[in-house]
């Protein structure tokens, strides 16, 4: 269909005069939510495997600060460990996509990433930690102690009140307590998830809970999220892992918003020396900022590790890693592109990787338009000064 | 639509359901006592008897002890059906007076024909640790009480069930089943939640979907509430409800609820047929406590009967029941609610 020079198509590209079934390059620069391809630079993989590792390892909390350029791979980086770390079942990782105006938007998004349904899950599994104790049942996981209290072999009542009891132990926080037992009652599970992910309930409904405070604050919000560490934690999982993404977004908030945020950060890392891990991803300008200016807060981030523009080698290897899924030929290394036109690419991205993924993806649909059959300069230069 | 209609075969006779039954005030001392009704008005062979208050009425209890039959004490013949629960209500709520034992041998001594298990109601309060503790014990006293009920007592007995949410409902009667003996579950603590009517819907359903047994609800079957309970596939239910609203001076009318009779000033014929208002006037009505709790009764016993013809002649009972509930915004929006529920359950 063309119309007024707009030709709209669904026909399929064909790729296979390259050997490949489709473009495996992003149009757009948004980062995959489960990427599959992880490009590395050494040193940062290195200092995110450690952290992790050594948080997985001694139960003790460490915090690790990625820093790079718009476009040098940090959401990539977070995303990617993030996928890495969701296929184990020991750990519980949330994703925060950028602080917002402070603690409590990071605490909202990061139980918005558990999701209700993960997190009536954890209160299944309390109350089959509480039957363990308290019946002669040995429950495992949350689909165990659901159909024994649906069969009624279990009276929910047995469970209730020592779960609350214990949990107000484990967290010292009572209507914490209440809002994660609640979530396993139909009639109330809204509001009390409404009220720990912050989003507010009305008075009338926080009575029906029996929930004393409003959990609308920073103070609040490290409460709540302590005592959802220490109830997983108590529940056997090895350690909770938060993903900040964006974090030089901070640097646009005043100054005295800026500082509760860092404050709440560090009273959070202090209140949790054990099971805990910070993962930042911030612009290297903002996190220099925060590094001379709040010295309380940075000092407790055990590292900063810094994403590098690519190296040409890096620039083969990432090309490769794309192409290589998407082949039906026995081809391999950086065909259909050449050497040439790779640090061409370099030249002008100054080895930003969103931007390396950005041209190439262009470059091939430009060298298949021209039924090119290897992708030299000539196009790539095409595709830059056509832009 | 979960209107069921069954047949209990109870040792005084068998009666159709879904039945009200009257809450009979025999041993309480007061002047509010409930006119004669067995007899007048057919179907009503029925009464709810407060086992406790009896046993607690020295001399009434003596003359029991003595030979006399309840039925006699009552005043009614022997062929009445009695549903004995066990006054709950008056109990301390740190505990009853009575064991589960000593319970069943004064219902048995009463010969009723249900049993009701000792129960102590919850309150709205306190939903962590006394409600609970509560439903627990409540439970302990219907299993304690479905290992004392013989074998060859054919009097059926009800395990009284409480709980504020569906899964507590739920869970209880699922265990009561798994525990115990019972012929039938008996759905309390609805009092003190009846104005919020999604909740009190919502509890009753859930009832209704754990057991297939019959299904009484305690002290809600107010003249508004009858076609919602007959509609959510309850069997039976008592009400001192025409007692209470005679007690207000209050005319209860199908479809209406109940009007004040001061806020009525004048009619030469009153709007219902009844063998009491169809040949008196409003007047004589007003006078008369006696009247008018008959009248309330005969009012609710034409919503049940105009429930079961429109059930019996395959009218569409939700549309009976949309008018029904028309003129009452509150009411209204109950039905809705449980007409959604109970849609997606059928
Ligand atoms: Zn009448």
Request: charge should be negative; include cysteine.
């Amino acid at each position: 269909m063309t119309q007024h020079g707009f030709t709209i198509s669904d026909q399929k590209r064909d790729y296979s005069r390259f050997g490949l079934e489709e473009n495996p390059f992003p149009y757009s620069p948004v980062p995959d939510d489960e990427p599959d391809i992880y490009c590395g630079q050494e040193h940062v993989t290195e200092a995110v495997s450690d952290t992790v590792s050594t948080v997985l390892s001694t139960g003790k909390s460490k915090h690790l600060v990625v820093t790079g350029k718009y476009g040098n791979g940090k959401s990539h980086t977070l995303k990617y460990t993030r996928s890495l770390l969701r296929d184990r079942e020991d750990v519980v990782v949330g994703y925060v996509a950028q602080p917002g105006t402070g603690f409590l938007d990071i605490y909202h998004e990061f139980m918005a990433d558990l999701g209700f349904d993960y997190v009536q899950q954890v209160a299944y599994e309390l109350l089959a930690d509480v039957a363990r104790n308290e019946t002669e049942y040995n429950p495992i996981g949350s689909a165990a102690i659901k159909s024994l209290i649906d069969e009624g072999e279990i009276l929910l009542s047995e469970l209730v009140p020592p779960a609350i009891k214990r949990l107000s132990e484990t967290a010292k926080f009572a209507d914490f307590a209440r809002a994660v037992v609640h979530l396993v009652y139909e009639d109330t599970n809204l509001y009390a998830w409404q009220w720990l992910t912050a989003e507010g309930i009305r008075y009338e409904q926080r009575k029906e809970l029996e929930i004393h405070s409003a959990l609308d604050d920073d103070t609040m919000a490290v409460r709540a999220f302590t005592s959802m560490k220490n109830l997983l934690i108590e529940l056997g999982y090895d350690a909770v892992f938060v993903f900040i993404d964006e974090f030089e977004s901070i640097a646009r908030l005043s100054t005295k918003d800026e500082q509760t945020t860092l404050n709440s950060l560090r009273h959070l890392m202090d209140q949790n020396n054990s099971g805990l891990c910070l993962l930042f991803g911030c612009a290297p300008e903002v996190w220099q900022d925060v590094m001379s200016e709040y010295h309380a807060f940075s000092e407790r981030i055990g590292r900063e590790v810094a994403l590098q523009p690519l190296t040409a080698e890096q620039v083969y290897e990432l090309v490769e890693q794309y192409l290589n899924p998407v082949r039906n030929s026995g081809k391999q290394g950086i065909a259909p592109f050449t050497k040439e036109t790779l640090e061409f690419v370099l030249q002008q991205s100054q080895g930003n990787i969103r931007q390396v993924l950005a041209i190439c993806s262009r470059i091939l649909d430009a060298a298949l338009r021209q039924e090119q059959k290897t992708i030299g300069v000539a196009v790539a230069e095409d595709v830059i000064e056509s832009v | 639509m979960l209107y069921r209609q069954r047949t209990l075969d109870l040792p005084h006779g068998d009666v159709e359901t879904p039945i009200l039954l009257p809450v009979r005030n025999v041993g309480k001392r007061s002047s509010d006592n409930t006119p004669e009704y067995v007899g007048t008005i057919p179907d009503l062979p029925t009464a709810m008897i407060n086992a406790r208050s009896i046993y607690q009425r020295a001399p009434m209890w003596e003359r029991l002890q003595e030979g006399v039959t309840l039925r006699e004490e009552m005043e009614v013949p022997e062929d009445t059906i009695v549903f004995a629960d066990s006054g709950g209500l008056d109990f301390d709520p740190t505990g009853p007076d009575i064991t589960p034992a000593e319970m069943l041998s004064i219902q048995r001594h009463l010969d009723a024909d249900i049993y009701g298990t000792i129960d102590i109601p919850l309150s709205r309060e306190n939903w962590v640790e006394e409600n609970h503790r509560r439903v627990r014990q409540n439970i302990e006293y219907a299993i304690q009480t479905s290992e004392k009920h013989r074998e060859d007592d054919a009097s059926l007995l009800f395990a009284s069930v409480h709980g504020y949410d569906p899964e507590t409902v739920r869970n209880n009667i699922q265990h009561l089943e798994q525990r115990g003996d019972f012929d039938g579950y008996a759905l309390g603590s609805l009092s003190l939640i009846r104005t919020d009517y999604k909740k009190t819907t919502r509890l009753i359903l859930a009832a209704r979907r754990a057991t297939d047994k019959h299904l009484h609800v305690y002290g809600l079957g107010g003249i508004t509430y009858l076609p919602l309970l007959l509609y959510l596939g309850v069997d039976s239910f008592d009400s001192s409800a025409f007692i209470r609203n005679a007690g207000n001076r209050n005319y209860l009318l199908p479809g209406f609820g109940g009007k004040e009779l001061h806020n009525i000033d004048h009619l030469d014929y009153l709007p219902c047929p009844c063998p009491v208002c169809g040949t008196r006037t409003l007047d004589e009505i007003r006078v008369d406590r006696n009247l008018l709790v008959r009248h309330n009764l005969w009012s609710m016993v034409t919503e049940l009967r105009r429930f079961r013809y429109i059930a019996a002649s395959d009218k569409d009972v939700e549309a009976y029941l949309d008018l029904r509930f028309q003129d009452n915004e509150v009411t209204q929006r109950a039905y809705r609610a449980a007409k959604q529920q109970v849609r997606r359950l059928v």
